[in-house]
């Protein structure tokens, strides 16, 4: 072989190299928007107010059992002794939003300050516990004056997100059976479901109703989507 043509296959083979490695970081990144998520119908699975260790924990059992990627947004007074849940969230693929450092509405609300100074709080904790800056937020309580107010979390550089159906799971005692006809009904007739559910504590029957909840959709022909 010529001299003159060894720098040349020395190019082409790190070339190869860089293509073959590229390939690899791409197959592994697995974007939430996945090709299926395209399709006409698609359920985004929502999950408020946590985490707890029990019912986050069983809630996340489920998706991993059944291979689905949801969203989390997190109250992160809630956060202190379940750092470990709530990494646990991040390292199998969910996505991660600010919901509130408290909870406390008369707080949050008290001025425009005061609300991105919390939603601050709350995405600081989660970068320290688990390496990610969350950039979607939701509305405790539904959220008071939020439109304006969306526009100022937008220009922070957040993605407000709303639903358009639930479980009914902010109800006191309603049973699994209630749950799941409840997600059936608000959900009916909608090509793009976003299904408002809770990880708090005492939602033990929302992680009892998940799987049968995940049954319907996925029998109805949805994609199960993540922000």
Known sequence: M????????????????????????LALSEPAFSLACAQEKR?????????????????????RREQIRATFFIVSDRVAGREETLGRIAREGHTLGVHSATHRYEEIYASDEALLADAETCAGVIRRVTGVTPHLYRFP??????????????????????WNAECGDATAGATADELVETAIETS?????????????????TTAEALPRIIEYFRGQGYAFCAY
């Open 2 to 25: 010529q001299k003159k043509y060894v720098p040349l296959l020395l190019f082409f083979a790190l070339l190869l190299v860089f293509a073959a490695h590229l390939g690899a970081r």
């Open 43 to 63: 359920v985004y699975l929502t999950f408020d107010d946590g985490p707890s260790t029990v019912v986050t924990n069983s809630i996340l059992d489920t998706l």
């Open 141 to 162: 309580g539904g959220g008071w004056d939020a439109a304006r107010r969306s526009v100022l979390l937008e220009k922070k550089g957040y993605r407000v997100v709303r």
């Open 188 to 204: 009916r007739g909608k090509n793009t479901v976003v299904l408002l559910m809770h990880d708090s504590a005492y939602r033990k």
